[in-house]
């Protein structure tokens, strides 16, 4: 059983920081394609952060320069640090992770959603 959980999140001031995680557990693993989305009230789901393999990330246009994206393969998690957040940056933040999962028998294909977590900017 393939499952992603989330960490982080919270609430905190305009010009605040924080950082979330996403850790697949259930076995073993190859990752193709791994980021961060985000969905506003009122609002369609929205790329924030990927990382395409192991070296190529892409960052949307409002959140370039302040956010980045970490990976820990020994722990299959990615991270995410938001710095400098602004109050239009409130929404809920979901990973996603695409790649292969061995199932004792082979590898079969994933397309997992973490449980989301809540990120709210406001003085």
């Known amino acids: 059983q393939v499952q992603l959980v989330e960490s982080g999140g919270g609430l905190v001031q305009p010009g605040g920081s924080l950082r979330l995680s996403c850790a697949a557990v259930g076995g073993d693993f190859m990752f193709s394609n791994r980021g961060w989305y985000r969905q506003a009230p009122g609002k369609q789901r929205e790329l924030v952060a990927t990382i395409i393999g192991r070296t190529t990330t892409n960052y949307a246009d409002p959140v370039k320069g302040r956010f980045t994206l970490s990976r820990d393969d020994a722990r299959n998690t990615i991270s995410l640090q938001m710095d400098s957040l602004k109050p239009e940056d409130t929404a809920v933040y979901y990973c996603?992770?695409?790649?292969?999962?061995?199932?004792?028998?082979?590898?079969?294909?994933?397309?997992?959603w973490g449980q989301g977590s809540q990120v709210t900017v406001s003085s």
């Open positions: 996603n992770f695409k790649g292969k999962f061995w199932n004792g028998r082979g590898w079969i294909q994933i397309d997992e």
